[in-house]
């Protein structure tokens, strides 16, 4: 094991991890890489009350994620880093037949590459500093507690709405780690927590957050939003018109209401939904393919503008969702406008439906027709 006070008795080694960061506009804080039992069983049991039942995660997932050693063997120390993104959703809000993009979700890219980007500058001059590499990155995608460890580590508190606040930068912060194999001085937990705010599990329009400090992830908008099959009925209208991610329950945080605006971004924070339910491959390539929200593919996209158009209630967008109904090739996307047109519910959007339902081979949509024709 390298001790790196022994090799730069002058300035540290963790000091010029925190400059490279601070370069760009982020935090560190330092903590070991011994593995996590209490951790370990928050995950647990919130796997086994199904709160993150679309995801997959069982025991195994919770023991990993808990264990730095899983990722880096010989690991001694975690560089948690906090990196700020852009933090004013609210231009704009409002604006006719828009749809709303969770800010994380705004850059022209994939956040994952400006995180690897930092990441990559401190583990690069630690790989240096030791002559062998010394490094794994951890961001996002990787089974690993991210929020546990940085909070851990003192990088800021979990609140209630289970987001990492950190009281410099607020909780718009994305996270990322270093795991190295160098010992590096550890910084301590913050005394911090919530108090007796409740202001998050008030605005949260599904009922997700609990209170303790936990989230039942299956009512998220950010959950539904990125699902990949049909968004249940009875979760649609609470969506609103989100159409990737959710910001409400960070909106209205005071420590992150009050943490300094930050701008990095380029992309699209409102697209237009009556274009966004008719995206289909070349179009979606190009605006859509190398941001955080295309992931998921088109036909998530256009079901997600489905139902904000749904939600918006505008009869003027019924000639194009009965289009589409008639022409989509994705029948989850067919039964989501099919729900759109219902609550819309004018004379020709219910006549729509039923020429639909007269023509109609899938039996899922065919099902969706019915149901949303019973709203007239
Ligand atoms: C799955 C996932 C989701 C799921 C589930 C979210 C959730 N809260 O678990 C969904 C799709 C809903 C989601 C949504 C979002 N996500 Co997300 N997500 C993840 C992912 C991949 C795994 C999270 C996970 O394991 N959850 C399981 C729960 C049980 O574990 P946990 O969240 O780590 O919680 C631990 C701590 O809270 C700890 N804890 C600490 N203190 C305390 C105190 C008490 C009393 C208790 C009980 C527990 C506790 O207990 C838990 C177990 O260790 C992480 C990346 C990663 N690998 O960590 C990103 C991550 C958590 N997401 C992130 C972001 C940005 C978001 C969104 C803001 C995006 C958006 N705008 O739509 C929303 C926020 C919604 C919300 N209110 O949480 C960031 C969070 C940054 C931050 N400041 O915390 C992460 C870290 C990605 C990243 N690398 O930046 N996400
Ligand atoms: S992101 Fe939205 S839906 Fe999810 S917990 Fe926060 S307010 Fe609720
Ligand atoms: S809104 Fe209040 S309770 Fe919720 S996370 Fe922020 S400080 Fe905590």
Sequence with gaps: MLRFKEFVPGKGLKERAAGLAREEGALIRVTSASSDEETRTQLRAAFQRGDLATWGYDDAYAARAADPNAI???ACSIICVAIPYVSNTDENLGAPLQGRVSNYAWPGEDYHKRVRGVLSKIAQALDEFAGAS???LVCDTTPFAERAFAARAG???VGKHTNLISPELGSFVFLGEIITTLELPIDMPLKKTCGSCTRCITACPTGALRGDYTIDATRCISDLTQRTDDIPREMRPLIGTWIWGCDICQLVCPPTQRAPAVQWASGDAQPSLLALVRVHSGEFKRRYRRTAMGWRGAAVLRRNAAVALGNHGDRSSVPTLVQALNEDPHPMVRGHIAWALGRIGSPQAFAALRER?????????REEITSA???G
């Design 72 to 74: 880096l063997a010989g």
């Design 134 to 136: 010394v490094t794994a």
């Design 155 to 157: 990088l800021g508190w």
């Design 357 to 365: 339902h007269a023509i109609e081979t899938n039996t899922t949509v």
């Design 373 to 375: 024709l019973s709203f």
